[in-house]
């Protein structure tokens, strides 16, 4: 097997990275991973690992970090104290993780490529006087990794992701205990009799409406810095490298958004990317609409069979149908 670094996803042909991309995960995929490149505050790289042939066999972006605006990515915030990489290797976003390998390899081959990628991340990192990290790896990919590195993987957070049985969301809310179907009908009716105006739409026709939204929420959550500029332009950024794919649900009160979802559908998931609700002018469960129901139709529709809800109010992903299982880092000393 042969190791490369590459500098952009563009030298890897979108197909080849997504044969090894599309079981893992949006974060990790072609599409999005080039649209992280314009990111002004890390420097990326890709390790490749091929075979005689020239197959693509595993993959992993490295990122150089220079300045992390994402406390959740800061390693003095998730990491022991004498532990500070400055590298992260696999997804930099999106709080879920894991090396890229081929399916269908087999274990001995897999690990191979998995000892490669940390060979290589490890040699990037040495090369700027610093140490990596995998943060967020999904618990297979961290059980995969471990016998690789020094320590034992810390636990970071708990991960959501929500079955979608059948084929509509009739069939959803009837896989969920009978107190809860009760309470979900009752939040959708409630929700509907508010009149509020729903539309999907493609992100980049609402850029301005959900900038301001999301930096409110941020707000709400005590970062600061998170301005409406700061926010419009991430989404933005989103907007321009995702195209079509970057999707949003929206309910309007007349002219104003009162609380948008911003999701992808991508594999057999559907991947919850952003949710902001406009606290001044509540609406019944507004936010439980944005975050979980609407989506779910959506899924139905484009066929995916998981909604990832992601981390935080585990409690309440559970409630609506939610697997949870750990996100794990590992840290070479």
Not at 175 to 192: D, K, T, Y
Request: contains cysteine; glycine residues 8%; charged residues 20%.
């Amino acid at each position: 097997m042969i190791t490369t670094l590459v500098d952009s996803a563009s030298a890897v042909p979108a197909a080849e990275w997504e044969h090894l991309a599309r079981p893992a995960g949006l974060y990790l995929s072609h599409q999005w991973l080039a649209g992280e490149e314009d990111d002004p505050t890390a420097r990326c790289a890709y390790a490749l690992v091929r075979d005689r042939a020239g197959t693509l066999l595993a993959a992993a972006p490295l990122y150089l970090v220079r300045d992390e605006p994402n406390d959740y990515y800061q390693p003095a915030t998730v990491l022991p104290t004498h532990l500070r990489p400055r590298v992260i290797a696999g997804a930099r976003r999106g709080y879920h993780n894991t090396p890229l390998t081929a399916p269908g390899l087999g274990a001995a081959e897999r690990d191979g490529c998995l000892l490669l990628l940390r060979d290589a991340a490890r040699h990037f990192a040495d090369r700027h006087g610093t140490t990596h990290w995998w943060p967020y790896l999904t618990a297979p990919a961290a059980a995969r990794l471990a016998p690789l590195y020094p320590g034992r993987p810390l636990r970071l957070e708990d991960d959501a992701l929500i079955p979608l049985p059948g084929t509509g969301v009739d069939d959803y809310i009837a896989s969920l205990p009978s107190r809860r179907r009760a309470g979900i009908r009752r939040e959708r009716r409630a929700f509907a009799a508010a009149g509020l105006d729903v539309r999907h739409q493609a992100l980049a026709d609402c850029l301005y409406d959900a900038g301001a939204l999301l930096a409110g929420h941020q707000r709400d959550h005590g970062h600061d810095r998170d301005g409406v500029d700061a926010m419009t332009g991430l989404l933005e950024r989103q907007a321009a490298a995702m195209g079509d794919e970057a999707r949003v649900v929206a309910a309007y009160d007349g002219r104003r958004m009162a609380g948008f979802c911003l999701y992808y559908h991508y594999g057999s998931t559907t991947w919850i990317r952003a949710v902001a609700v406009d606290r001044r002018h509540p609406a019944p469960h507004l936010y439980f609409n944005l975050m979980y129901y609407l989506p779910v139709e959506d899924a139905y529709v484009h066929g995916t069979t998981a909604l990832h809800a992601g981390m935080t109010t585990i409690e309440a992903k559970r409630r609506r149908g939610a697997s949870v299982s750990g996100l794990w880092a590992l840290v070479d000393q």
